[in-house]
């Protein structure tokens, strides 16, 4: 495991995989010593995904997070909780570290003094929600991380490609992901608003797109 790990040190913008043990995975996610690591691990394998984000994935990063927030304000009524990039855990099989991670309803991880700093699958709820942001990533978001995301139950599942511009939005049924329009958690959202805000982004300022998003949502039938 050492040697292994000292290579992705070595390379902080590659994304290590290699075949673990849960063992592994929570040396890992315990070695203080490591900086801005998300960690993935599913049926034997480990992802360590390294390094800093870019100015694209930032960029998008934000704007999908003003958007729940955006979401929120025209549904007043409703709770929404948005935890991107906290460790997601299930163990001793499954852990995942989304880009995009939403809550809906009452029911949402809050810590407390002396418990542990990650999301505790055994004793909250899967999330409505998650999203991975693919600059580099692609293949591995619209497989792997598919399939696990999946096998948590998570009812909905974003993959936003930063190269294409476009947005690839699943729902889970029969334990599947299907490709779908609109989302289920975000209700009433069609997915083609969110491949028009990125296509935006290519000549407007992240606030400002999501400015003209806010306009498009205030604009949409309430369920």
Avoid at 48 to 64: Q, R, Y
Wanted: net charge negative; charged share 20%; glycine share 6%.
């Amino acid at each position: 495991m050492t040697n292994n790990k000292q290579q992705t040190t070595n390379n902080k913008q590659q994304t290590q995989c290699q075949s673990a043990t849960w063992e592994d995975y929570t040396a890992w996610r315990n070695d203080q010593t490591t900086e801005r690591v998300r960690l993935f691990f599913y049926q034997g394998w480990l992802w360590v995904d390294m390094g800093v984000e870019g100015i694209n994935h930032a960029t998008i990063s934000d704007l999908f997070t003003m958007l729940f927030f955006i979401w929120s304000t025209h549904r007043p009524d409703q709770v929404f909780s948005s935890l991107g990039r906290c460790l997601l855990e299930k163990s001793p099989l499954k852990a995942g570290a989304p880009d995009l991670v939403l809550y809906l309803g009452e029911d949402y991880p809050c810590w407390q003094p002396g418990e542990l700093r990650r999301i505790d699958l055994h004793q909250w709820p899967v999330p409505n929600l998650v999203g991975e942001i693919s600059d580099t990533t692609l293949a591995n978001d619209l497989d792997e991380k598919k399939d696990l995301y999946a096998s948590l139950g998570i009812q909905e599942y974003w993959v936003i490609d930063v190269r294409g511009q476009r947005v690839f939005a699943f729902e889970l049924q029969n334990g599947k992901y299907q490709e779908c329009t609109k989302s289920l958690a975000l209700e009433g959202l069609p997915i083609s608003l969110l491949n028009q805000a990125l296509e935006r982004l290519s000549r407007e300022a992240n606030t400002r797109v999501a400015a003209w998003l806010a306009q498009q949502i205030a604009g949409l039938p309430q369920k």
